[in-house]
C-alpha cells in the first residue's frame, strides 16, 4: 500500500528526501519539482562524426544532447531528460514509483514510464524522460516547475546485497542522467 500524508512528512523529517516542501505532501503522494539541468536532444548532424553510429542498448550508448539550465522549449516530439530538485536517500524498506502529473499530461508532455525507485536508491535526484507528444505547441518547462508526483512504498527490507544501494548505477547522480555503462 502507498505510504500516507503523515509517513512522506516522516520521510522528509528524517531526511529520506531532501529539499522537499510539506506544502507538497498530498493525501498518498509528493509533488516533485523541476530542477535546474534539463539535456534536450540533439539533431544527429550537429555533431559530425561523433554521433554516426546508432544507439545500442547493449553498447548503452549515450543520445546526442545539449545541456540547458532552468528552462527548456520542448518542440513537437522533442526529447529531454530532466532532474527534480528532490534529492533521494530510500532506505531498503522503501521503493517509490515516479507519475506524471495529470495537468502535464493534459497539455501533451509525456514521462517515457521509467519512474521506479528501488529501495536503497541513494543520494540522486530523479531523472525523468520528457517527450512533447502534440504535434502544433511548443511546451515550455522550467525550473521549479510541479512537474510529478512520487508514491512511496514500505516493504520487507531487502537484503544488503540485494539492495540498488550496492548494485544500482545511479546512486549519487545529482543531474539528469543519460545510460550509464
Not at 21 to 43: A, C, H, M, Q
Not at 77 to 87: D, P, Q, R, T, Y
Not at 108 to 118: K, P, S, T
Not at 154 to 171: C, I, L
Amino acid at each position: 500500500m502507498p505510504l500516507n500524508y503523515t509517513e512522506i512528512c516522516e520521510l522528509i523529517e528524517q531526511g529520506v528526501v531532501e529539499n522537499a516542501d510539506f506544502k507538497n505532501v498530498n493525501s498518498s503522494s509528493l509533488d516533485i519539482t523541476l530542477g535546474r539541468d534539463i539535456y534536450l536532444e540533439r539533431p544527429y548532424d550537429e555533431f559530425p562524426g561523433i554521433w554516426s553510429e546508432p544507439i545500442s542498448l547493449r553498447s548503452r550508448t549515450p543520445l546526442a544532447v545539449e545541456k540547458k539550465e532552468g528552462q527548456a522549449i520542448l518542440w513537437p516530439g522533442n526529447f529531454a531528460l530532466a532532474c527534480s530538485k528532490e534529492v533521494f536517500h530510500l532506505p531498503n524498506d522503501i521503493s517509490a514509483e515516479y507519475k506524471l502529473k495529470s495537468s502535464m499530461a493534459r497539455i501533451g508532455l509525456e514521462h517515457l514510464n521509467a519512474g521506479w525507485c528501488d529501495a536503497g536508491w541513494h543520494g540522486s535526484v530523479l531523472t525523468m524522460e520528457l517527450k512533447n507528444m502534440t504535434r502544433y505547441h511548443k511546451i515550455l518547462i522550467q525550473e521549479w516547475d510541479s512537474i510529478g508526483q512520487v508514491v512511496f512504498f514500505r516493504h520487507k527490507e531487502v537484503p544488503a546485497d540485494k539492495s540498488y544501494a550496492t548494485r544500482g548505477r545511479y546512486n549519487g547522480d545529482l543531474t539528469a542522467q543519460g545510460v550509464k555503462k
